[in-house]
Each structure stands twice: as C-alpha cells, then as structure tokens.
C-alpha cells in the first residue's frame, strides 16, 4: 500500500533534517510556506507536521510553529557528573590559552575555541551611535579619569538590569571594572591570600583559573553536574575536609558545561557557604543569555550577609573589546574598591559613558530577546553537527542559554593534540585540560558557537570531526 501524501510530505521532511536543513532547535517553515513549498494543500502540510510531531521529530510551541527536536537526530547523551578532586593543586599551564585567544583573531582561522561572540552577533550600529553622542555632548568629561567606584549613570543601569536576577541593589553598591575578569581578580585579592584554598567547579573557566594562578592560591576541583551545576553534598565534603577560603562558581549557563543551577541549589550553596563563613564569588557573564526562559536569579539574590561578590561584564553581550565589567561586592565594597584602584586606576571613561548612553535609549532588552534566540539556533547548529561527524561514543552538553557547549570524546582521545592538528587545519578548539588545575579532562574540548553559520564553518565543523575521529582509539561514525 503506497503513502498518503501527508505522508510523502513527512518523509521530505525527516530528509531535509537528516541533511542539516533544520538543525534540533529549529523552526520548520510555517504551514504556508510548506504548502507552497511540496504543491500541497494547507490541511496536508499541516497533518504532516502533526505526524512528525506524534513521531516526536518535532514539537509544537504555542503561538510559534513547530521545532525541530533533539532526538530527532539521535543526539548524543549528555556527560557524567565530574568527580571530586583528590586535593588543592596550585594551576599550572595556563599560558597554552594564549595561543588559543589569539588565534581568535586570526583571519585565516575559523575560531570555535575562544568563548567570544562574533561582530555578526553585536549591536555595533547602536553602539556607534552612542560613542558618537558621548563624543559630542561630553568631551571634557571623557578627558578625565573615571575613578572607582566608576561612572554613576552606568552604576544606575546596572543596579536596575541586577533587580531582573533577584537582586535588591542600588549604585553604590556596584563598582566598575575592567571586564569581568579584573572584577574576579580583585575580589579573590579582597577575600584570600596566597597560598589559600579556593573551592571551584569541575571542569571550570580557565579565566577562573588564571586569577588563582596569578595570585599564588591553590584551587580544590568540586565535583559538578554537567545541567545543574556545583554538587551540594560535594561542596559539603570539601568545606569539611580543606581549610577553603574561597568558593568561585558560574551558576547560571557555567562555563564551559553551560548549566544552569535551579534556584533551590543556588539557595542551598549559598547557605553551605554562610554556615562555612566562606565567601562565595559568583561569575554570572552569561546570566542575561537564556534561551527560553525568564533571566534566572542570580545566588546574589539569596545573600543575606553581604558574602556574595557578585561578578559579571557586558563582554558576552555588548562585545568583549568593550571591557566594560563591575563587581557588586557586599561587605567588602570598601575593599574591592581600593583594590580596583590600585590594581589599575579607574576605568576607560570614554567605554562606560557609551555603555551608559546605549542604555538610556532603551533597546538592550529588544536586543537580547533577539540575540538569545540567535544564540540557540547556533547552539543546535553545533551540536547538529558533532552529532553528524564526531566518533561514536562521543557526548556532548545540551546548556539552556550562553553559547558554549562541553564535548567529551571517547576515552583515550588526546584533545591537545587534537588542538594542534586542527590549527594546522585552521580551526582552533578549546583542550579540556585547560579547565582543570590539575591537567583533567584530556579527552574533552570546549566549542564556541557565537559565529555565523557559513560555508567555511559547515565545513570546518566536518574536517574537525574527521580528526576527532582519527584521533579517537577507533575511528568510527555515528
């Protein structure tokens, strides 16, 4: 017995997916468009998608149309909760990530390896525009220094943005820094001294890592969970265990394993940590890039002793070379204060007043909206892809917002050495080994998906699997 058309229709369909037309996250085309498309009529296009849809291929949003789903491609399952480390470790090997950042603004090379967004993904022409103003209505003010704790409109807009993360702030409680990393650095100088154990995800940014490095602390790997983040009961263990000083996490969207912690588990590490007398600083870059959800809270907004340095920067939305960053610091504000000033001055006046001034004109919001959804479309672009060309047995992260995901290759495979052929190939890739103190994870990569989707990066997510799986003890496909 042959196929009813609607039938037909949803077989072109699965095979348009199976090619990488629609990625996992996609939107299909809508039912009109699908009519014209195969010379159907409106009620066949739309009884194909509803059998894709009981053959859980796709998923129907309300008011929106219809999405391609995660299983509809077989994607691979996500990693295991990263084990507890052994001990503290002083970090070591932290200058490999210079090649790494570098290579990112290399031309002839297609860079999933720094976790930088793409001009393409930017508001550079309202950003423009801004600089323009400022540059014309305040030049004798651009002249000057913007001392610590920095410019005050911009304190105000942060403040205001912080109470969408459950945070009750006003502006000076907000100090300004050079990105988010100088707001990392000086906070951990505000709260421990050298040789001090520093509790941190597993596996965790490197950025985390090198400010341990820089200041002679030792960082103790906390076992975490690749969807929700740092462990309780881990980081239970660890503060009974070593003498910590220190707790540095990214609950919302961590980098690199992309995972949001629920509300519950923020609360519940923040009270471990109050009952500990441990400070806790929170890296939340990426807290403002949900993909279909409400801006989650912030653990900020469960601090009710002023022992949350809540860190954070406009790097991953408004562009890194901004470096454009502040650090809420509670009841270290004096500190950290004194310490942003010695450490560098004050900020780039010229920077914070534009930043300050494209927020006044009130399109941030309608921007992020718009961005968030790009981020997630290239997200599932990416993990599409690894699905299509990576060796069997590879497992990938599946995050909720930012625009990282963790790849973990089958055991034995050599990610730095993966690194290396894929920069002579021109691809550059994040090591695992670089997320960990103490030279872990050597069978996983990082991969950066805020790029737009061309030719050459179809391409080079395709060579980068064909050396994934010559690399992997059998080579093998999906």
């Not at 199976?18 to 299909?28: F, Q, S």
């Not at 923020?266 to 441990?278: C, H, I, N, Y």
Request: aromatic residues 8%.
């Amino acid at each position: 017995m042959g196929q009813y058309l609607y039938e037909q229709v949803a077989a072109q369909i699965v095979a348009q997916i199976e090619h990488g037309t629609y990625a996992p996250g996609d939107r299909l085309p809508g039912v009109r468009t699908l009519r014209r498309q195969f010379g159907v009529s409106i009620a066949t296009a739309k009884a194909a998608c509803e059998l894709l849809e009981q053959r859980e291929v796709v998923e129907a949003r309300p008011r929106s149309g219809f999405y391609v789903r995660d299983a509809a491609l077989n994607v691979p399952s996500a990693p295991d909760t990263s084990p507890p480390a052994d001990g503290p470790s002083l970090v070591s090997g932290q200058e490999r990530v210079l090649a790494l950042v570098q290579a990112h603004n290399d031309p002839s090379v297609v860079s999933f390896g720094a976790a930088a967004p793409d001009a393409a993904f930017l508001p550079t022409a309202a950003l423009d525009r801004a600089f323009a103003r400022v540059r014309r209505r305040l030049p004798r003010r651009i002249a000057a220094y913007d001392f610590p704790p920095g410019s005050e409109a911009l304190r105000v807009h942060i403040a205001r943005r912080m109470a969408h993360a459950g945070c009750n702030l006003g502006p000076d409680d907000i100090v300004i820094t050079s990105g988010c990393q100088e707001a990392l650095v000086v906070s951990l100088r505000a709260v421990a001294e050298p040789g001090d154990v520093i509790a941190i995800e597993s596996p965790a940014f490197y950025g985390i890592l090198q400010a341990i490095e820089s200041l002679g602390m030792r960082a103790l790997e906390v076992a975490t969970d690749p969807a929700t983040g740092m462990v309780p009961e881990a980081l239970e263990r660890a503060l009974t265990a070593w003498p910590v000083r220190a707790c540095v996490m990214m609950p919302s969207f961590g980098n690199p394993l992309g995972h949001l912690a629920p509300d519950s588990r923020k609360a519940e590490l923040v009270a471990l940590l109050r009952a500990s007398g441990v400070p806790l600083i929170e890296d939340d870059v990426y807290g403002e890039l949900p993909f279909d959800a409400p801006r989650p809270w912030a653990a900020k907004a469960h601090d009710e002793t002023g022992d949350v340095l809540y860190c954070s920067s406009f790097s991953k939305t408004l562009g890194c070379g901004l470096r454009v960053g502040w650090v809420a610091p509670g009841r270290y504000r004096d500190r950290v204060t004194y310490l942003k000033y010695a450490a560098s001055q004050a900020t780039p006046t010229m920077l914070t007043l534009a930043v300050a001034d494209y927020l006044d004109q009130g399109g941030y919001d309608r921007f992020l909206r718009q961005v968030r959804r790009r981020y997630e479309r290239h997200v599932q672009h990416v993990i599409n892809r690894v699905t299509r060309h990576f060796p069997a047995g590879t497992r990938i992260t599946r995050p909720r917002g930012g625009f990282v995901v963790w790849v973990v290759l089958p055991e034995g495979t050599d990610t730095m050495a993966l690194q290396r052929q894929a920069l002579a190939a021109g691809i550059s890739v994040a090591p695992g080994p670089i997320f960990s103190p103490a030279d872990r994870y050597r069978n996983c990569l990082r991969l950066n998906c805020a790029q737009p989707w061309t030719d050459e990066v179809e391409a080079a997510m395709a060579r980068l699997g064909e050396l994934a799986r010559e690399a992997a003890p059998i080579a093998t496909v999906w």
